[in-house]
């Protein structure tokens, strides 16, 4: 994740820096991001090489380590497979 966020940092053009400024300083002092976090940044990671056949609930597995409170749900909806306890 972090090295999606600083590749996202380097380019140019981009809108959301402190978003993804805010991701990167929690990511290396927390190690954790929010749902949110996690959310407003799934656009770009589903269109990058190793993610762009997966779908939603596949990519949220994968860095559901990283979400504050994540646990695997049972439903396809990103929505309510977030689980938090």
Same mark, same amino acid.
């Given at each position: 994740?972090?090295r999606?966020?600083?590749?996202?940092l380097?380019?140019?053009?981009?809108k959301?820096?402190?978003l993804?400024?805010?991701?990167?300083k929690?990511?290396?002092?927390? $190690?954790?991001?929010?749902?949110?976090q996690?959310e407003?940044?799934?656009?770009?990671?589903?269109?990058?090489?190793?993610?762009?056949?997966?779908?939603?609930?596949?990519?949220?597995?994968y860095? $559901?380590?990283?979400?504050v $409170?994540?646990?695997? $749900?049972?439903?396809?909806?990103?929505?309510?497979?977030?689980?938090?306890?």
């Amino acid at each position: 994740m972090l090295r999606f966020i600083r590749y996202y940092l380097s380019k140019r053009d981009i809108k959301m820096k402190d978003l993804l400024k805010n991701l990167e300083k929690s990511l290396v002092t927390k $190690g954790k991001i929010t749902r949110k976090q996690i959310e407003s940044i799934l656009k770009f990671i589903e269109r990058e090489r190793p993610f762009k056949n997966k779908d939603r609930d596949e990519i949220i597995n994968y860095f $559901g380590h990283l979400v504050v $409170g994540y646990s695997e $749900g049972k439903s396809n909806d990103f929505t309510t497979t977030i689980q938090f306890e």
